[in-house]
């Protein structure tokens, strides 16, 4: 499976941002998908999470509210539509797959990673 994630960029604060991750190899759909973000000096943390059924979403409390994660398995592709961006939300992101993944897991348990993308939230 590899993983292509775009949609990064520049933002003010209170601004926002779709970002994508596209998905090709066998059997995508099986895929438990999740978005993380990894700030300068910070560990990579999970903000967003779908399952491989689409019926199970959790997202990090820090961006409750503000984060949608969805998946369109027709088009391979899962997003993660950000509104009222902060300067703390500044990452590199990344999008992830877990192979039936439902939701809960950690940065040790993907299976796939794609590259990053940068999301820069100016004050």
């Known amino acids: 499976v590899q993983l292509q994630a775009s949609g990064g960029g520049l933002v003010q604060a209170g601004g926002s941002l779709r970002l994508s991750c596209a998905t090709s190899?066998?059997?995508?759909?099986?895929?438990?998908m999740g978005w993380f973000r990894q700030a300068p000096g910070k560990e990579r943390e999970s903000v967003a999470q779908?399952?491989?059924?689409?019926?199970?979403?959790w997202y990090a409390d820090s961006v409750k509210g503000r984060f949608t994660i969805s998946r369109d398995d027709a088009k391979n592709t899962v997003y993660l539509q950000t509104i009222n961006l902060k300067p703390e939300d500044t990452a590199v992101y990344y999008c992830?797959?877990?192979?039936?993944?439902?939701?809960?897991?950690?940065?040790?348990?993907?299976?796939?990673w794609g590259q990053g993308t940068q999301v820069t939230v100016s004050s």
């Open positions: 992830a797959a877990r192979y039936y993944g439902i939701t809960g897991w950690d940065t040790t348990e993907a299976h796939y």
């Open positions: 190899g066998r059997d995508v759909i099986i895929y438990g």
């Open positions: 779908i399952s491989w059924t689409g019926n199970s979403i």
